[in-house]
């Protein structure tokens, strides 16, 4: 079965209150301006998920959020998790064990490093990923577990310089 993963990196933060913890920061103005710019080009592509998966940090909180509408996700579940603060290619391995083989596309929301080096790892290709990107991946496998386990197309990287005026 022909699988689709969208690893989307949280937008830009804010660092302004330094009594907040790092899981507790929110986006800041470039970061609630980028994410829905994200979500239309997203929409415009095709890349609807079929069910997201998401740190639950307050700023990618904010960024599914943001970008939900945008993308016309309004509806497709999420589940904000502890599992993907600050995570990696096996944390996201490992949640797929039970993601229900039905879904062709699936979104998952997080940080750097992690997600940099996982969409390194699955394409084989060296990818940078700044605040907001969302690379579009491509994949096969009779279920997710063993899509996980081999090497995938990087189909795009969307960037929110690319997508706003004046950059984001």
Not at 20 to 42: C, F, I, K, M, Y
Not at 85 to 100: F, M, N, S, V
Not at 125 to 137: F, V
Request: hydrophobic content about 40%.
């Amino acid at each position: 079965m022909n699988r689709r993963l969208i690893l989307l990196r949280h937008a830009k933060s804010s660092w302004k209150d330094e009594r907040q913890t790092d899981h507790e920061r929110p986006l800041n103005r470039r970061g609630r301006e980028s994410a829905p710019a994200v979500g239309a080009r997203l929409l415009e592509l095709g890349w609807r998920p079929d069910a997201v998966w998401s740190s639950d940090a307050t700023r990618t909180v904010e960024t599914w959020e943001r970008m939900a509408e945008a993308l016309g996700a309004g509806h497709v579940p999420i589940r904000f998790t502890r599992d993907l603060y600050l995570a990696g290619l096996a944390e996201i391995r490992t949640l797929a064990r039970g993601w229900d083989d039905d879904l062709e596309t699936v979104l998952v929301l997080g940080h750097n490093p992690g997600w940099e080096n996982a969409a390194s790892e699955l394409s084989g290709r060296s990818t940078e990923m700044t605040t907001a990107n969302a690379a579009l991946l491509s994949g096969h496998g009779a279920t997710w577990s063993e899509a996980l386990g081999t090497t995938w197309t990087l189909v795009d990287l969307v960037r929110p310089r690319d997508l706003m005026d004046g950059g984001a």
